[in-house]
């Protein structure tokens, strides 16, 4: 089973039915949208993990739509091209797509190169892409590994820290504790739900003392947790 969310953005229905039943059919959570607005609309509501870029759109084009998005993110985009022409290629990775597929294409290689640039961006942001999270009350720094809370210093252990930075980093995202597990664990950890609770319960206390205006880990009842920084007085 593969996680992840995928937004194809598409105007030719048969093209992008195909695409959505081949990557659903391997465990990716798919939307699919037709102009280039809505695209940049479901981008910041919905927070995907990777975006298929058809170029020649309504209303916003793909060139824009990648430009848009590269100027406040690092997600992955893979450009679907009309021509196997080298210019749009070229121009592509320039405006920040990870890889491009040139139509007409097979569903399956398309898959396989989702597969590989969501393995090379997994690996790209544990080496550091993003370096600092900063909210109103809390930072997060990866590279010094510390954590501030208003300004004060908390201490963190390592684990605690590699669970915040992965659900602060993918802020709106609802993770499951099996997910998290494997990916601050690691697959080889015999822990259970319970560690990810003991955990997220220390997180809290020292993220959000009593007094704190910020809530930040969200219980999602039947799935696991969230980040997001929300008033206090907005409790699960
Ligand atoms: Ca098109």
Known sequence: MQYGRILVVEDEPNVSELVALYLSREGF?????????????????????LIVLDLLLPRIDGWEVCRRIRAR??????????????????????????????????????????????????????????????LPELEIDRERRSVHVAGQEVRLTPKEFDLLWLLASNPGRAFNRQELLEHVWGFDFFGN???????????????????????????????GYRFEAVPAEDDD
């Not at 003392?209 to 910020?214: A, E, F, N, R």
Request: hydrophobic share 35%; net charge neutral; aromatic share 6%.
């Open 29 to 49: 959570e798919v939307r699919v949208v037709e102009d280039g607005e809505m695209a940049l609309e479901e981008f910041a509501t919905w927070h995907p993990d």
């Open 73 to 134: 993110s690092h997600t992955p985009i893979i450009m679907l091209t009309a021509r196997t022409d080298d210019l749009d290629r070229i121009l592509g990775l320039e405006m920040g797509a990870d890889d491009y597929v040139s139509k007409p294409f097979n569903p399956r290689e398309l898959v396989a190169r989702v597969r590989a640039v969501l393995r090379r961006s997994k690996g790209a942001s544990s080496t550091g892409s993003q370096a600092v999270i900063r």
């Open 193 to 223: 739900d319970r560690t990810i609770d003991v955990h997220v319960k220390r997180l809290r206390r020292k993220l959000e003392p009593q007094d704190h205006p910020y809530r930040y880990i969200h219980t999602v009842w039947g799935v």
